[in-house]
């Protein structure tokens, strides 16, 4: 069954660092992968979608980069600041017209 | 312009009881999306309706079922809740049926089952 892996633990990092955040998909072939942004007792918020003719794709501190052979997609927050402290969920979709969610990954960027 | 907004927040409910959670989309928005998240998990998919037609439906009993109006809102129904039913329960919706687009997702409806 297709199988969506995302840091099962928190990701702890210093204010300023690079953030870099893993999702891990297998028995799938998405084309195209989205993350998102949730916090605490509030719903998933849209970040980035790139599809798998795109190697990469660029927001503001945002990077995304999706490797098809590695069936992986990274997910990098430059200048990481208190605020961007959040769990980041990332969500592959395609052909089974449904987007399938990771657990997600606890960010938190220490002052 | 409102975003997806959820009804109720919050309910508790006891096993065996039915539920209906109510969505709005964004305006504009033709396709609504339903999700369960339990806790330290990602959202798992439960229904999507385009246009008042099912468009896709997730590994879930037929307990669950929904239905879109008219105006796009949609309703989600539980029957005969059980205490694994307990969750956060979110609506999403987005201009088309493909979900190679912007999922914009409410708050989400917090159902305790005791």
């Known amino acids: 069954s297709q199988k969506i892996e995302q840091n099962s633990e928190a990701l702890n990092i210093q204010e300023g660092k690079t953030a870099t955040l893993t999702c891990n998909y297998t028995?799938?072939?998405?084309?195209?992968l989205q993350w998102y942004r949730q916090d605490p007792g509030r719903g998933p918020v849209f970040l980035l979608l790139i599809r798998e003719n795109e190697k990469e794709k660029r927001k503001e501190r945002l990077k995304v980069t999706f490797d098809t052979t590695l069936k992986q997609s990274l997910f990098h927050i430059t200048a990481s600041q208190p605020a961007d402290s959040a769990t980041y969920l990332c969500?592959?979709?395609?052909?089974?017209?449904?987007?399938?969610f990771g657990t997600g990954t606890l960010l938190a960027v220490q002052p | 312009d409102a975003g997806v907004t959820q009804s109720p927040t919050h309910l508790i409910k006891t096993r065996g009881q039915h539920v209906t959670l109510r969505c709005s989309p964004i305006s504009g928005h033709k396709s609504v999306s339903w999700y369960q998240q339990v806790l330290g998990q990602g959202p798992q998919f439960i229904f999507q309706?385009?246009?008042?037609?099912?468009?896709g439906r997730g590994n879930f009993p037929d307990r669950f079922s929904a239905r879109q109006f008219p105006n796009y809102s949609s309703e989600l129904n539980v029957n005969a809740l059980l205490l694994g039913d307990s969750a956060l329960y979110l609506c999403?919706?987005?201009?088309?049926?493909?979900?190679?687009?912007?999922?914009?997702f409410g708050d989400g409806t917090r159902l305790s089952i005791l």
């Open positions: 999403a919706s987005s201009s088309g049926p493909d979900f190679g687009q912007p999922q914009h």
């Open positions: 969500a592959p979709g395609g052909a089974t017209n449904k987007l399938i």
């Open positions: 309706y385009y246009e008042k037609e099912e468009r």
């Open positions: 028995n799938y072939s998405p084309a195209y």
